[in-house]
C-alpha cells in the first residue's frame, strides 16, 4: 500500500494564482483531512470530510475550497494564492471506528 | 475544543526513559487524548491514545492521571530515530475525529 500520497512535492506559485493540491489514500478510508503547518508551528485544520459527498470547515478555511471526488481522492484549491499561504500543507485520512490518522508527506507551497 | 500545554523541548540521552508530559485541564468526558510525533520534514504519525487507564503499546506507554487533567508520554529506551515533535492532543470523536494541534515539545536526543 502506498498510504497517503499527495501531489505536487513542492511548487511555487505568484500571488493571485491558482492550483490544486491532490490527496490520494489507498487504505478505503473513510474520513480524510487538509492541514496546513506554518514554521515552527504546529498543525491547523483547514477542511476535513468525514464521509464521501461530505465536507466541513476546520479552524482555517479562509482562502481554500475542497473536493472529496471519489472515497480515495480529497483535493485542495487555493482560488486566488496569497503569501500568506506559503506553508507546508499535509492531508491524513483515516477509517471510522480507527482512532489513528495516516499523514501524507505534505506540499510545501511558496507563495511570492 | 479542549487545549493542552506542553513544555516547549526536552533533552534525553540516548538509551535512557523519557517522559514527556501534557496538562489538560478542561479535559471534557468525551475527550481521548492522543500522542503523535513529528520526525523532521515528515508528517505527523500516531504514536498512542488512552481514555482513562494507562495504555502500552510497541512505541510508547500513556500514562494518565486519575482526573485525567494531566498525562504523560513514556518512552522506554530513547534512541536518535525518536527526535522528533510529539504533540498531545485532545479528540472528541462527537466532532468528526478532527485534531487539533497545539505546540507539541521538541525531544532531542544525545548519544
Known amino acids: 500500500n502506498a498510504g497517503v500520497t499527495q501531489t505536487p512535492k513542492f511548487q511555487v506559485l505568484k500571488t493571485g494564482q491558482s492550483m490544486t493540491l491532490q490527496c490520494a489514500q489507498d487504505?478505503?478510508?473513510?474520513?480524510m483531512y487538509w492541514y496546513r503547518q506554518d514554521p515552527g508551528m504546529g498543525l491547523r485544520l483547514i477542511y476535513y470530510?468525514?464521509?464521501?459527498?461530505?465536507?466541513d470547515k476546520g479552524e482555517v478555511p479562509n482562502g481554500y475550497n475542497v473536493s472529496r471526488l471519489n472515497k480515495r481522492e480529497f483535493s485542495l484549491r487555493l482560488e486566488s494564492a496569497a503569501p500568506s499561504q506559503t506553508s507546508v500543507y499535509f492531508c491524513?485520512?483515516?477509517?471510522?471506528?480507527?482512532?489513528?490518522?495516516?499523514f501524507g508527506p505534505g506540499t510545501r507551497l511558496t507563495v511570492t | 475544543d479542549a487545549k493542552t500545554t506542553q513544555p516547549n523541548s526536552m533533552e534525553s540521552n540516548e538509551e535512557e526513559p523519557v517522559h514527556l508530559p501534557c496538562n489538560h485541564s478542561t479535559i471534557s468526558g468525551t475527550d481521548y487524548i492522543h500522542w503523535y510525533r513529528q520526525l523532521p520534514s515528515q508528517g505527523p504519525e500516531y504514536v498512542i491514545h488512552g481514555l482513562t487507564s494507562n495504555v502500552n503499546n510497541r512505541m510508547a506507554s500513556l500514562a494518565i492521571a486519575e482526573d485525567r487533567k494531566s498525562s504523560t508520554l513514556i518512552l522506554h529506551r530513547a534512541t536518535l530515530r525518536d527526535a522528533a515533535v510529539y504533540y498531545c492532543i485532545l479528540r472528541d470523536e462527537d466532532q468528526g475525529g478532527k485534531l487539533i494541534f497545539g505546540q507539541g515539545t521538541e525531544l532531542s536526543v544525545k548519544p
Open positions: 487504505m478505503n478510508h473513510n474520513s
Open positions: 491524513a485520512s483515516s477509517s471510522r471506528g480507527r482512532w489513528e490518522q495516516y
Open positions: 470530510s468525514a464521509s464521501e459527498g461530505t465536507t
